[in-house]
Structure formats: structure tokens, C-alpha cells
């Protein structure tokens, strides 16, 4: 038997990500590729883990061919958290989104890809590793200081083509809400979870995006219930 969802709307921006939701508990490690392919993902709450459905979003690396970037490495272990913090909150404050992470909250089997400008830290990527097949890319952020860098772009390929050269078949990129989730429909190998299958309509994709940031009332929603 399997639940099907709808994924309409969610929001992400403003704060954790925010959507009409089911989640799991009690997975056992050999059932994780299952509870992705369904489209849950891990988030982590005063150091718990957490499965929820959302509008899972994910690369099939085979179906790409980026390069890896110089100036990047997977840490051995984080770096102090007041340098990690202040490239985060450098990233919220040019985005204009709210601070809803905390930098400290990780698993264990979390690793994290710093990346350096002219030997100065910039940025970082926390990558959650799931199983041999998958990991998912939870938050990338740096502080825009040199912006025609274009991290935000070119970071992005250095993680999926470093996850492909070890092995890994998905590379799952977190929720799919608002707009500032859009550029992922131009990803080599993107696929989006519907609810009830993986697709790459990206048009569709693009258009429950850009949705999602205009639902703004109660009334909004119960709206949602009579669209596509």
C-alpha cells in the first residue's frame, strides 16, 4: 500500500519549511532509500531526527556532467560556529529571508563542504548522507561578498559532481517551495516528487513555485483545495 499526497503549496522562505504534511517514524536504516523515494526527507529538531513529506526535490547524477570547483573541500569536521554563523547570517540578511536555522543542529553522519575565496572562507554546504545511494544537499549559504563568484550557481555542480565520482545515485536538494526554488528546475537531472510520482514536468514545477509565494491568507488555501 502506498499514500499518495498532493503537494499544492508550502512556504520555505520566511522560516522552516512550512507544508501540509505526514511523517514517519521508526525507519530503519535499510528502509531510508524507500522513505526518499516516497518523497520524505530528514530535517533535525533539538537533535532528533524527523521524517516529513514535502515537495522533495532531487538530481539523478547520471544524467549530469559538472566539473569539481578548486577552493572546495569536504571538512573533517566543522568549523567553529561563529564563523559558520556570520556567513549564515550574511546569507539571510541579502536574501531577505528570516534566520530559522540552527548552525549547530546536525546528525552525525552530516559533513559539511567549505569553500574559499582567495584562501577566505566564504561559504559551506551541509550534505546529509542517507544511505550508499543518496544524500541530500540541506543548506548552502555564504556572504555575497564577491558576488560575481557566482557560488550560488557553480557550488551547486562541485557538490553533485563530487557525490557522483563517490557513487551516489540521487542527490536530493531539500524542499521544492516558493520562488527562490525555482532555479532548481534548471539543474541537469532534476526531478520533483508530485505526491504520488517523481516528475520532470519542469513547467509545472516552475508554476506551483511561483504559486506558493502569492498564497498569503487562510482564504488562500481553501482555494487550493478546488485547483490543480
Not at 52 to 74: F, P
Not at 102 to 110: I, K, N, T
Not at 209 to 224: F, P, T
Amino acid at each position: 500500500m502506498n499514500i499518495t499526497f498532493n503537494h499544492k503549496f508550502g512556504h520555505q522562505e520566511q522560516g522552516e519549511c512550512f507544508v501540509f504534511d505526514c511523517g514517519l517514524t521508526d525507519v530503519a536504516l535499510e528502509e531510508y532509500d524507500q522513505a526518499l523515494e516516497q518523497g520524505f526527507l530528514i530535517t533535525v529538531r533539538a537533535g532528533q531526527r524527523h521524517w516529513y513529506q514535502c515537495r522533495s526535490t532531487r538530481v539523478a547524477t547520471r544524467d549530469t556532467n559538472y566539473s569539481l570547483l578548486t577552493g572546495a573541500a569536504v571538512m573533517t569536521a566543522p568549523l567553529p560556529l561563529t564563523e559558520m554563523d556570520h556567513i549564515y547570517t550574511a546569507y539571510c540578511y541579502h536574501k531577505k529571508f528570516r534566520k530559522y536555522f540552527e548552525v549547530g543542529e546536525h546528525l552525525p553522519e552530516d559533513r559539511f563542504i567549505e569553500y574559499r575565496l582567495n584562501g577566505d572562507f566564504v561559504a559551506w554546504t551541509k550534505l546529509r548522507h542517507y544511505t550508499e545511494s543518496a544524500v541530500e544537499t540541506c543548506l548552502f549559504v555564504w556572504d555575497y561578498a564577491a558576488p560575481e563568484a557566482r557560488l550560488g550557481d557553480t557550488s551547486l555542480g562541485h557538490e553533485i559532481a563530487w557525490a557522483k565520482s563517490a557513487g551516489y545515485q540521487y542527490v536530493y536538494l531539500g524542499p521544492g517551495y516558493e520562488r527562490s526554488s525555482q532555479y532548481k528546475a534548471r539543474i541537469l537531472g532534476f526531478e520533483w516528487w508530485t505526491g504520488s510520482e517523481w516528475s520532470r514536468d519542469v513547467e509545472r514545477y516552475r508554476w506551483l513555485c511561483k504559486r506558493d509565494s502569492r498564497i498569503s491568507s487562510v482564504s488562500d488555501l481553501y482555494d487550493l483545495r478546488t485547483t490543480a
